[in-house]
């Protein structure tokens, strides 16, 4: 049996030190907002597949603020940040994971109503340098991206969404 | 009688979407920081002579978010953000002016000992487009960076801060 799986567009801007992240959804903009604001749904598929993830604390408003542990062990991950923004079609947020804990990137979600159903989420994740950003882009982070998005693919066909 | 005063040096990056603004005060880093971290201080020293600020919000901790008034009636402006981290010689915050919502702006605040009691802040404000920075750099921003410091200085030789 082959699977295939949508693959999110990650792309370095040529202008300013951003990553640009483009995916399609069978979903609605509510429902992205959904799995981007809600702790325990976002739990459940953020990240590498089988990392798992514990949210620490998460307050999903204007001025809010979040965290979470991925992996355990001497592999355990924390990333955290602040909620800028919070509204029906667009989260702004700060991001930060804590084993670099000055390098802080400002990332920006939106959610585009294609219709039928079907939305794009488009995310950038603006860096203070492009050598900040390369980093990421080296970082290996299309795994976590893509197994994440592929989680939320099926919790939307199981209904959980 | 002539007065001079200290002028910050506001500078545009040349590689990114950043404006640096360099600035020295005669003030240990702790001053700096309870100048940029006490809601009652910051509002006395904050933006244009006579201006004035008025406080609606302010939770200075890492995940905490602020937000003030500044001027009245059709010259009312408001300004909001977040806190994404705050220690002794390094803030990090968003901003956005409420004029602009969508707009953005990741703020980096750093306190240089200088040692004999002067010490060097070196405030960045990262957009996500040469053209939303070179828009800043071109609002008159001076005069409120270099009022607001003026009267910060003053607070310092009066022992207020």
Redesign the interface.
């Given at each position: 049996m082959t699977t295939t799986r949508t693959q999110a567009r990650i792309e370095a801007d040529k202008?300013?030190?951003?990553i640009h992240i483009y995916r399609e959804f069978a979903a609605t903009p509510a429902q992205l907002l959904r799995a981007h604001t809600d702790p325990e749904l976002f739990a459940r598929w953020v990240g590498p597949a089988g990392m798992g993830a514990d949210i620490d604390?998460w307050d999903a408003r204007?001025?809010?603020?979040?965290?979470y542990t991925a992996g355990s062990g001497d592999g355990e991950a924390a990333f955290?940040?602040?909620?800028?923004?919070v509204g029906p079609d667009?989260i702004?947020q700060?991001f930060?994971w804590e084993g670099m804990?000055?390098a802080?990137a400002?990332e920006?979600l939106t959610f585009e109503d294609l219709g039928d159903g079907r939305t794009r989420l488009h995310a950038?994740s603006?860096c203070?340098?492009?050598e900040a950003r390369d980093g990421w882009l080296a970082s290996g982070m299309e795994t976590g991206v893509n197994d994440g998005y592929a989680a939320l693919d099926a919790m939307l066909e199981s209904g959980t969404l």
């Open positions: 202008t300013v030190p951003m604390y204007d001025g809010g603020s979040w965290r955290r940040g602040c909620f800028h923004s667009r702004v700060t930060t804990p000055d802080v400002l920006t950038t603006l203070d340098s492009f």
